[in-house]
């Protein structure tokens, strides 16, 4: 936790544009998932901008603020956001990756009796640039890089500085921990059904146990250049076979 330093704004302005964001992309997530296209590119797109414009909005909203109370921007951002990668975040994150992912496809087979039920399908490819978005930089690149910047990079910080701000610094850690892995497993569940129990257990399950893996990480090294990896493998173990099985 050493590498933890408080923020200059104030916890209380951390968390508020960090519970708005999570909120508005909830919303709009339920909203986009209960809407039927015609287009299913388009369905795509939306259920993804749903989610990255209002996390994204709420980490420059912060950011600003901390940038302007630190009187300079880019090295306060990304100090506060801890956005960094060194060669040994790349041995944590592949192996973190790996291992919840491992834990997630035991979790498949304990619910479902097999593994991948929950896995990416492709039907008919049509190799274009939908499909590179869809199948690649989404899934695999720009969501673990947004969602990582998020979840690990504002709302861990935010929470691990207002525990610390109330005079309870040893628990800071694990509530910071907790609040970023259960938001993160919330965020992923908000477009199953409600009567469909086995998926939301599968899901919840696998994504609260990636979401504490990389908080943890992330708290311990003060960067969250281990998480995005860690996102990155989990993400790719699930995309890259069913893509090479066509």
């Known amino acids: 936790m050493g590498a933890f330093t408080q923020p200059h704004a104030r916890p209380v302005s951390l968390l508020m544009p960090a519970g708005i964001g999570i909120v508005v992309a909830m919303v709009l997530l339920a909203s986009v998932g209960a809407t039927t296209f015609r287009d299913g590119n388009v369905a795509l ?8 414009v209002p996390l994204l909005v709420a980490i420059g909203v912060t950011a600003f603020g ?3 109370a630190a009187g300079e921007q880019s090295g306060a951002v990304r100090r506060f956001l801890r956005l960094s990668i060194r060669p040994i975040d790349l041995v944590w994150g592949i192996a973190v990756g790996l291992l919840t992912r491992t834990a997630a496809s035991l ?3 304990g619910v479902y009796g ?3 039920t929950t896995g990416v399908s492709f039907g008919e490819t049509v190799y274009d640039l939908w499909w590179l978005f869809g199948a690649l930089l989404a899934p695999v690149l720009l969501a673990p890089l947004v969602e990582e910047l998020f979840f690990r990079g504002l709302v861990l910080r935010a929470v691990h500085s207002q525990v610390v701000t109330r005079g309870s610094s040893g628990w800071a850690g694990v509530i910071a921990v907790a609040v970023s892995g259960l938001t993160f497993a919330l965020m992923h569940l908000v477009t199953i059904e409600v009567g469909n129990a086995q998926t939301i257990v599968v899901v919840g399950v696998s994504t609260l146990i990636f979401g504490l893996a990389a908080a943890s990480i992330s708290l311990a090294t003060g960067r969250i250049g281990g998480a995005i990896i860690a996102h990155v493998t989990f993400n790719g173990l699930v995309v890259v076979p069913a893509l090479l099985a066509f």
């Open 45 to 52: 797109l939306l259920g993804y901008l749903c989610v990255w």
């Open 66 to 68: 901390v940038g302007r």
């Open 107 to 109: 979790i498949e087979i």
């Open 114 to 116: 097999s593994m991948g």
